[in-house]
């Protein structure tokens, strides 16, 4: 019974420790490009174009960003948050 109870008291350490661990997660997870790449082939049907990111880094984008940010800042002024 002790045993089991140490075990499971181990496993936790080992998860807690890969949870905090850099090198863990590097290995582990995909390069930031990569994943956009795969969101973009899959919008591609969706939206008739392939989006990337130097569309979202354009004048066009930027105007997005600013009109996007602009309702955000109205939404929560009329919802008493400043």
């Known amino acids: 019974m002790e045993a089991t109870r140490q075990h499971k008291i181990n496993a936790?350490?080992?998860l807690l420790t890969k949870k905090y661990n850099k090198e863990f997660w590097a290995k582990n997870m995909k390069p930031l490009g990569e994943i956009e790449e795969e969101l973009a082939t899959k919008a591609e049907p969706v939206l008739g174009f392939k989006p990337s990111s130097k569309f979202k880094r354009g004048p066009i984008g930027i105007?997005?960003?600013?009109?996007?940010?602009?309702?955000?800042?109205?939404?929560?002024?009329?919802a008493g948050v400043f």
Do not use: N, Q
């Open 12 to 14: 936790k350490r080992t």
């Open 63 to 78: 105007l997005i960003y600013v009109l996007c940010g602009i309702v955000a800042f109205i939404s929560m002024r009329s």
